[in-house]
């Protein structure tokens, strides 16, 4: 079931990574390289960080899976139409499988649960981050909609559930849902944290 | 001493992303993802290059320091006039601190002085770029003034006093010192090196 | 040989960032940091992934080569024409001997040749890319002219001629060779892969 979200959240971003290349138009090289960069970027960072080792050397099909996604979108790209808001939920869905996913990995290293929830939430945001340096875009994650916001209610969910509740399993489903519903609340209604003016 | 330096280096850089993240409008959340990475990326690129344990991870209290400034800026943010200014000289006292923690931990982990004073720079001037690079300003590591510089001579001089002369406390003092003044001459004067005709 | 090559990948990605300072009109120590960043940036990475020590944290004379030769494209400018033309050559010479490198050193660590391949893509890449994002402009990586797509066939001819036919020196000199026509032909003739349509 782990493997089975990692890889469901590999894909949501790559997939992501995909529409961003789309709207850059950017050739199938491009769609691939940064459809890889989304989907394994945010663990890359995670393992790095950990002083594990990183996680696609040894499981080359996470590479894999993301340029099949990437050529997917690629070819299937003329049947999709309103393709922001389909950026937005697919980074939504990965957002938060893998902000409960890099706070168990972190626990698993034995971290503390503050660090393993701040982990979760690199581990979630890393990835769309350098989607959007690299597109030259600004970062969704630094502006104004409720973005780290979700992967840290995720995180700590999971937390509460898992280290103080021994619910393992629970705490992945309710935590991943929590995020994905705080976020989803923030696409839909424009939610955002009040914000400083600049002068 | 060598904590109190790290303690303050981390503030001042927290201040400088929120100060950053002040000037783009943005939420309390991205306040706090900016100052953060600004206080603790230098560390962590170091840390990652020496090979040794990432040091947030055990002492998660940097992570706190740089939220709670991050909230701090946030709120009294509407007392603080010319914040420009401020932004460059929180930034000017960030890279002074880093430039010789940097070099001191390099040479602990067995470096030469050569690479140790590189690592120097590297610590000082690492957090500052991510900040300029997510919020999409040009970096003002490689833009004209005073910067890099100012954290090279307060390597050479740490490495100096430490290394030559076996004075470690007044090697951090000295080289802390004159890294600051020769920041902050070029930000009162202007002061640049000169440069490359566009063409 | 290998050092030879490494040097000298080194020295013509060094020139590209420095003709990129040169573009954005930084002073020296803006272009010694643009060089040294995009000549040992992909290296850094690449044995960063693999959980080795860093090559010029030992091999200190990289950042020193690095340096003498911004310094030297700094003093030399006035004498150079065309130079967008010139970056875009020292970028392809770097990108195919880096590319075969990466592969090399990546087998050499244990990994397998799919992950070998992909390494040596990203030591290929990776220099030019943060050169590329620090100086503001779209990343070469990602934008038409076939330009990963020689990273990957240099490193593909690699694995051909060192893991299936036992010719690691031919390897070496038929994949560099083969991704410096790949990309030489791109520049060229301004090849470029399909892209897909903005909308």
Same mark, same amino acid.
């Given at each position: 079931?782990?493997?089975?979200?990692?890889?469901?959240?590999?894909?949501?971003?790559?997939?992501?990574?995909?529409?961003?290349?789309?709207?850059?138009?950017?050739?199938?090289?491009?769609?691939? @390289?940064?459809?890889?960069? *989304?989907?394994?970027? %945010? /663990?890359?960072? !995670? +393992?790095? #960080?950990? =002083?594990? $080792?990183?996680?696609?050397?040894?499981?080359?099909?996470?590479?894999?899976?993301?340029?099949?996604?990437?050529?997917?979108?690629?070819?299937?790209?003329?049947?999709?139409?309103?393709?922001?808001?389909?950026?937005?939920?697919?980074?939504?869905?990965?957002?938060?499988?893998?902000?409960?996913?890099?706070?168990?990995?972190?626990?698993?290293?034995?971290?503390?649960?503050?660090?393993?929830? @701040?982990?979760?939430?690199? *581990?979630?945001?890393? %990835? /769309?981050?350098? !989607? +959007?340096? #690299?597109? =030259?875009? $600004?970062?969704?994650?630094?502006?104004?909609?409720?973005?780290?916001?979700?992967?840290?209610?995720?995180?700590?969910?999971?937390?509460?559930?898992?280290?103080?509740?021994?619910?393992?399993?629970?705490?992945?489903?309710?935590?991943?849902?929590?995020?994905?519903?705080?976020?989803?609340?923030?696409?839909?209604?424009?939610?955002?944290?009040?914000?400083?003016?600049?002068?």
């Amino acid at each position: 079931m782990l493997r089975g979200l990692d890889f469901f959240g590999t894909v949501v971003f790559a997939i992501s990574g995909a529409l961003v290349a789309a709207r850059k138009s950017m050739d199938w090289m491009g769609f691939s @390289i940064l459809a890889t960069v *989304t989907g394994i970027g %945010g /663990g890359t960072l !995670r +393992d790095l #960080l950990l =002083g594990r $080792p990183v996680f696609w050397i040894v499981h080359w099909e996470y590479i894999v899976i993301c340029v099949v996604t990437a050529l997917a979108t690629f070819y299937l790209l003329r049947h999709v139409h309103r393709r922001l808001s389909w950026l937005l939920w697919a980074d939504a869905v990965g957002l938060a499988a893998f902000s409960v996913l890099g706070v168990q990995i972190a626990l698993t290293s034995g971290t503390s649960p503050f660090i393993a929830i @701040i982990m979760g939430m690199m *581990t979630a945001a890393f %990835g /769309g981050l350098i !989607r +959007d340096v #690299l597109a =030259g875009e $600004p970062p969704l994650l630094l502006h104004r909609e409720i973005y780290a916001s979700a992967a840290l209610i995720g995180g700590v969910v999971y937390v509460l559930l898992a280290v103080v509740l021994h619910q393992p399993i629970w705490a992945l489903i309710v935590g991943f849902v929590a995020a994905l519903i705080i976020r989803g609340l923030g696409i839909v209604y424009h939610w955002h944290l009040p914000a400083a003016r600049a002068s």
